[in-house]
């Protein structure tokens, strides 16, 4: 391996987390001599937790780190990752992914497989045609699901019906951010919620973005997921608790840092179930006939601990007991 640095009701959650984690060993059937080599990108730093839900799904198909397969990885923010990426012009990378925004700095890719996990719109985003058909050399799976930002508002609601205005926070940069927009405030709407939109656009505008979802005078906070968003997820569920406001987050590791409450897709298990395309992509399938994955199943996620600094007794709450996990 290569690091490079350039910069209750338990019972659903375990089903999911074991199906995810359940995939059968493949024998491995390809030429035993070839060594295959994926060259990974991310703004993450280890412990990444994708990265190693992506190796547990490698190993399952059959890969193994030092015998068949070599990882190397590259974490820093997408400029700098635009630097490394003329290394895959070197022409011994078999497969490139890539996760969340740093799939920006991969754009310009043309001759080599990339995939790619994104909680945005890859149409939006130019890497594919279509999600059924993407038809180039990209494909991979997105979390995008504007179902999702409906279901959000409502959970929140459920857990503090006096809910009449919500701050929406948002990073602007983010493919795709404008149809979840407009999809949280119809669902906001149809339950006679007042939304303040929030926008803050990348790293250098988290501070004064928090700032003015301080002054929005909300009575709850609904927090778009993005890795920019994730990689801050202590500090804005802090904010959250700091100034009183229930909070809402798109994953379950907004909660463990501290959000009250989350919705969505089970990161890790889809970082798992990428590596079954990266199998199919070494054994020569195309990217361009593979469709970008959508989640079908979600998580909901209670920080009780949380609820309670707010004072907010979700013994009295149907959610709790919908949870898929629950953080005592």
Same mark, same amino acid.
């Given at each position: ?67 068949? !397969?070599? =990882? %190397? &990885? ?6 700098? $990752?635009?630097? @490394? +990426?003329?290394? /895959? #012009? *070197? ?52 979390? !995008?699901? =504007? %179902? &999702? ?6 959970? $929140?609601?459920? @857990? +503090?019906?006096? /809910? #009449? *205005? ?54 709850? =906070? ?107």
């Amino acid at each position: 391996m290569q690091v490079i640095f350039v910069g209750m009701k338990r019972r659903e959650f375990m089903a999911l987390a074991g199906a995810a984690m359940a995939w059968p060993v493949t024998a491995f059937a390809q030429d035993s001599a070839k060594v295959y080599r994926i060259f990974w990108v991310s703004i993450q730093s280890q412990p990444d937790p994708f990265l190693d839900g992506f190796r547990e799904g490698l190993r399952a198909r059959g890969y193994i780190e030092g015998r068949n !397969l070599t =990882l %190397e &990885l590259h974490f820093g923010n997408p400029q700098a $990752l635009r630097e @490394v +990426v003329a290394e /895959l #012009r *070197r022409g011994n990378i078999d497969l490139a992914v890539s996760s969340g925004p740093a799939t920006r700095a991969l754009t310009e890719v043309k001759d080599i497989p990339v995939l790619f996990a994104l909680s945005g719109d890859p149409v939006a985003l130019g890497l594919v045609s279509s999600l059924g058909q993407p038809g180039g050399n990209f494909t991979g799976s997105t979390f !995008l699901s =504007l %179902e &999702l930002a409906g279901k959000r508002v409502e959970l $929140l609601k459920e @857990v +503090v019906p006096t /809910l #009449r *205005r919500l701050a929406v926070f948002s990073n602007s940069n983010h493919p795709g951010e404008q149809s979840e927009w407009r999809a949280t405030r119809e669902a906001a709407t149809k339950l006679g919620i007042e939304t303040v939109y929030v926008p803050f656009a990348g790293p250098n505008e988290l501070d004064s973005g928090l700032a003015a979802a301080g002054k929005a005078r909300a009575d709850a =906070l609904l927090v778009f997921p993005d890795v920019l968003t994730m990689v801050h997820r202590n500090k804005i569920a802090q904010f959250a608790i700091a100034h009183r406001l229930p909070s809402m987050f798109g994953w379950s590791e907004y909660c463990e840092a501290g959000g009250m409450l989350s919705y969505g897709a089970n990161q890790r298990a889809t970082y798992f179930g990428l590596a079954t395309y990266a199998d199919r992509i070494l054994r020569g399938e195309k990217p361009a006939n593979l469709p970008v994955v959508q989640p079908t199943k979600f998580e909901l996620v209670v920080n009780l601990r949380t609820a309670e600094q707010l004072g907010i007794d979700l013994d009295k709450s149907s959610v709790l007991f919908r949870a898929n996990r629950v953080i005592e």
